[in-house]
């Protein structure tokens, strides 16, 4: 990005992608704005510069920083990129948010997303019963539409914090159940077509085609991105990001080297995976 590019985005001023920071002064709000971007359309946010009085402050922060304040706040992980710009012995920072792949991102567990220029909240805290229970308890399970808090954006509904936690043992049951539910479907669809196809060999090709096709989970697409920011990742990099076991990151990194879509490197502890 040039001093022009920056020039540009001053002129049209803040709106629903774009936000301006003289300096972080509060991290609870630089990681509300990068949440609400992320579940909206994505965008920047520039550090450094004072957009009233156009001042040049500048801002020593780095993409180490972000990835930790990311990482240690915001669910799923973010992978925020950086661009610098030096302008008279000043440095300026562009955060750029893509839009969500895996949505909705939550910060320290509450979900905001960005209209005009200010973050709100569109949904209510962050749910934090397992997935297989809800299957299990139907009746019981809770079910929350996405609606604006217009007169109280910031209620904190204090019923959904007695949920249980999440333990790894959890995590692995939730995918497991993911799986099998998305097989079931999968199965349901596949088979009919091959039946109506067995008379028709044109056919039969497009729907093997079809069927061949890789298929990644939420976690797995999230990793892709993470990789165009980033060199590699290996197996800690990928709990600590995704919050699952050992044997889980195992096994969704060898997935994806086995579908072509990352090549690894070294061995035992230290291999590391990178695109191919």
Known sequence: MEWSDVLNYLQAGENSTTKFFTSIRSEDVLGSVIVGLYNAKGGCIFVGLDVKNFHLIGTNIDQ???????????????????????KNDKTIVCMAIP??????????????RLQDTEP?????????????????TPKESICIE???????????????SSQPDLTEETLDLDILTTELLELSQALQTEEPLKKAASAIPELKLSISKVSSKPSLNSRQNQVLHYLKDHPQITNKNYRALYKVSHKTAHLELVDLVAKGYLVSQGAGRNTAYVLS
């Open 120 to 136: 709100y909240h569109p949904l209510l805290e962050k749910v934090t019963t397992p997935l297989f229970q809800l299957i299990e």
């Open 99 to 112: 839009e969500g792949i895996q949505k909705p991102a939550y910060y320290k567990n509450q979900c905001y």
């Open 146 to 160: 996405e609606t604006e808090l217009s007169e109280s954006p910031h209620i904190d509904l204090t019923l959904l």
């Open 64 to 86: 180490n920083w972000v990835d930790s304040f990311v990482q240690a706040h915001c669910t799923p992980f973010i992978s925020v990129r950086l661009e610098f710009i030096h």
